[in-house]
């Protein structure tokens, strides 16, 4: 079993070094080049500390990447985070990770320095050169004085994720999450050499790391579609074949907005192979309209929380869904042991409802720096008293069909999957909560036309503008209500706590 | 005309839209907006506009877009 992930790199950069590894709108990059320059990169971060965080905040692009794999290289690990984030988001980041350096630009320093990060820890990519000098095999074996240290339980990465107490939380993947993940997904995906990868998902989300390790662990290119064409479907379409990519993985409200635009002739998409997609629930009429238009693609939903390397439940769609059924999230991931547990936290019978509940070696190490929050995420299996089995309770209910798949119900909490994102609504409710004029409020998420709606009651009704301008300075863009409603009184249910479940019925009608 | 800059400004409030060249190049809408954007359009419109219509040339300033509808709409 690989210790690390860079043993990926290793094999690929020998047997596909002059393979294109990486394309974007700034250009292509072979393996060799990547390694070239990350080499280069874990030269100067070797001095910063060993299994340490290191934030990387660059925009995504070829650079990013690169950087990962010179972080991994120094044996420390990466935490990528979205430029765009709202600078109080960002400073509780960056003050949660305190991380020992911060690959970045020039361009960004004053940036960093305004949100109190510290300079000394800034590293400079522009003054990152390529590595002429040696040979790979040279390079190689330079890098395993360092990575041959490695244990597949450190850290591999961090991706922050939204919190509910308006804290974001790191979650710490190590290496055996990610070699276990990317070992299912090459046998289940059938992913060569000769693939091209088209990424969309954002590198601070966890879903590029399927992109990314497919390409470093068989030498596929990985294209990261540049993030504008994402706006106009038809141009995404024409990019794919241009670029000749073989195999993507969409979160469905890019699928949809293909579908509701019609954009897609028949016989388009020559080399498109496999559409992989999850994130959120995906509506089985859209999914339809792909299948009718492509139906020689071969279509894969996969499903799972960060918590747990990416996904650990996955399903080859075998026909066409009418648009009243729900698509399974199939079956468990090679090596990924799947409970469901009914609230007496007994194992559900067939049909019951219950929480979907992981173990194995795809479970994160925890979350950074938060014990208490660790402690009642990862627990010990309740039906195991003979040694200590950590598992990870999800907090998404599911139960398992006549036909053994697993169908996804809903969430536990007020927690929503938007765009992709998770998205705690409380997080929300506390920014809104924070404005002026907001007293109380409540904060839905309508599933089918896919808003977030604010309700709030207050003196007045606040302009809808200023409310969405104030927002956006709290919250990234993607937790932004789209619906605001001003009301004189807030329902109470007989605890006092507002009424969700009534508010939901008449402002959530999914009819 | 006020229509459509209603939609803007309720999508993105802090934005003088009148005074904008590219929407897109200035990063004034992102993937997420264009949806909303299109649903708001064809919902207070009555129109349905086709995919291969929605792409950066079009949606690149207010002129633009206007000429777009334009040619489903009288504005």
């Known amino acids: 079993m690989r210790n690390s992930v860079v043993e990926f790199l290793y094999q690929t950069v020998m047997e596909n070094g002059r393979k294109t590894g990486i394309a974007g709108e700034e250009g292509r990059l072979t393996f060799e080049d990547i390694f070239r320059k990350a080499y280069s990169l874990a030269g100067r971060l070797q001095s910063r500390g060993v299994n340490a965080p290191v934030m990387v905040y660059l925009p995504k692009g070829i650079d990013a990447v690169v950087s990962f794999a010179g972080i991994l290289l120094s044996g420390n690990f990466y935490a990528p985070v979205d430029l765009r984030s709202p600078g109080n988001r960002m400073q509780k980041i960056l003050s949660n990770l305190a991380p020992a350096a911060i690959v970045t630009r020039r361009e960004f320093e004053k940036d960093l320095c305004s949100l109190g990060a510290e300079k000394s820890t800034f590293l400079y990519f522009e003054d990152v050169e390529r590595e002429d000098g040696r040979s790979l095999e040279e390079m190689i074996s330079e890098c395993r004085k360092v990575s041959d240290r490695i244990i597949d339980t450190d850290p591999c990465y961090i991706m922050y994720t939204s919190g509910s107490t308006g804290v974001p939380k790191g979650v710490v993947v190590p290496h055996r999450g990610v070699v276990d993940y990317i070992e ?71 699928l949809v907005s293909v579908s509701r635009m019609n954009v897609l002739k028949k ?78 936290d007994r194992p559900a019978v067939r049909g019951e409802y219950g929480e979907l509940c992981v173990r194995g070696s795809s479970l994160a190490l925890g979350y950074w720096r938060d014990d208490e929050k660790t402690k009642a995420a990862f627990v010990q299996n309740p039906l195991e008293n003979g040694y200590f089995d950590r598992i990870y309770r999800t907090g998404d209910i599911v139960y398992e069909n006549e036909k053994g798949q697993i169908i996804f119900v809903g969430r536990k909490d007020s927690q929503i999957k938007h765009m992709g994102y998770r998205i705690e609504l409380g997080e929300i409710e506390l920014a809104a909560g924070s404005l002026p004029d907001v007293e109380k409020c409540c904060v839905l998420y309508h599933g089918s036309r896919k808003e977030i709606m604010l309700l709030y009651e207050g003196p007045q009704e606040v302009p809808v503008s200023d409310l969405r301008r104030s927002l956006s300075n709290l919250l990234p863009g993607y937790m932004v209500p789209r619906k605001f409603w001003h009301l004189e009184r807030l329902p109470v249910n007989q605890n006092g706590k507002i009424d969700r479940s009534t508010l939901k019925t008449l402002y959530c009608n999914e009819n | 005309m006020n229509e459509v800059i209603s939609i803007l400004t309720v999508i993105r409030p802090e934005v003088d839209f009148t005074r904008c060249d590219d929407f897109i190049k200035e990063g004034l809408l992102d993937s997420l907006d264009i949806v909303t954007l299109v649903a708001e359009l064809e919902d207070r419109l009555g129109i349905c506009i086709d995919g291969q219509d929605i792409s950066p040339e079009n949606f690149k300033n207010l002129e633009t877009l206007l000429a777009l509808l334009r040619r489903y709409t009288v504005l």
Not at chain 1, 191 to 214: E, H, M
Not at chain 1, 226 to 253: D, H, K, Q, W
């Open chain 1, 267 to 344: 016989g388009c998409l020559p080399d498109l192979k496999t559409i992989v997609f999850a994130g959120e629930v995906m509506p089985t009429r859209h999914l339809g309209y792909w299948q009718r238009m492509l139906p020689d693609k071969s279509y894969a939903h996969l499903y799972g929380p960060t918590e747990i390397t990416v996904d650990c439940t996955y399903f080859i769609v075998d026909r066409i869904y009418d648009p009243s059924e729900s698509l399974p999230i199939g079956y468990p991931c090679r090596n990924s042991g799947i409970l469901i547990l009914n609230q007496d």
């Open chain 1, 184 to 254: 299912w997904a090459l046998t289940c995906l059938k992913v060569d050499r000769n693939d091209i990868i088209g990424n969309q998902a954002p590198l601070y989300f966890d879903n590029s790391t399927l992109d990314l390790y497919l390409s470093w662990s068989t030498g596929a290119t990985l294209d990261l579609i540049p993030e504008r064409v994402f706006s106009f479907p038809a141009r995404l379409v024409e990019y794919m074949e241009n670029r000749g990519i073989t195999l993507v993985f969409f979160v469905p409200s890019v």
